[in-house]
Nanobody
Framework: QVQLVESGGGLVQTGGSLRLSCVASGSSASMNIMGWYRQAPGKQRELVAIIISDGTTNYADSVKGRFNISRDNAKNTVYLQMNSLQSEDTAIYYC????????????WGQGTQVAVSS
């Protein structure tokens, strides 16, 4: 079935940048929605950014102006460019995809750790 494979997590200093990538494989149809969520210790999982197949985007207020989401529909790949990273951005980041094939299917990546040192 469908798998989401993530890469790009790691440790960075405050003010640094990181780029996350996620490839959706094994799908017989394109993903309508792709995006990123994150979860910090003791907090609920929250939306970071999503992007629709037509290119429209939505960002959490906390990352607007710092993060940029993009996608390559031909490769079923979504990217998250993270700039001006802060310690508050430290979390496990999860790739997310949603696909309509008569009913909605949701897929999640395994998560990748992003740590920002203060």
């Amino acid at each position: 079935q469908v798998q989401l494979v993530e890469s790009g997590g790691g440790l960075v200093q405050t003010g640094g940048s990181l780029r996350l990538s996620c490839v959706a494989s094994g799908s017989s149809a394109s993903m309508n929605i792709m995006g990123w969520y994150r979860q910090a210790p003791g907090k609920q999982r929250e939306l970071v950014a999503i992007i629709i197949s037509d290119g429209t985007t939505n960002y959490a207020d906390s990352v607007k102006g710092r993060f940029n989401i993009s996608r390559d529909n031909a490769k079923n790949t979504v990217y998250l460019q993270m700039n001006s990273l802060q310690s508050e951005d430290t979390a496990i980041y999860y790739c997310y995809a949603k696909q309509l094939r008569f009913i909605w299917y949701e897929y999640w990546g395994q998560g990748t750790q992003v740590a920002v040192s203060s």
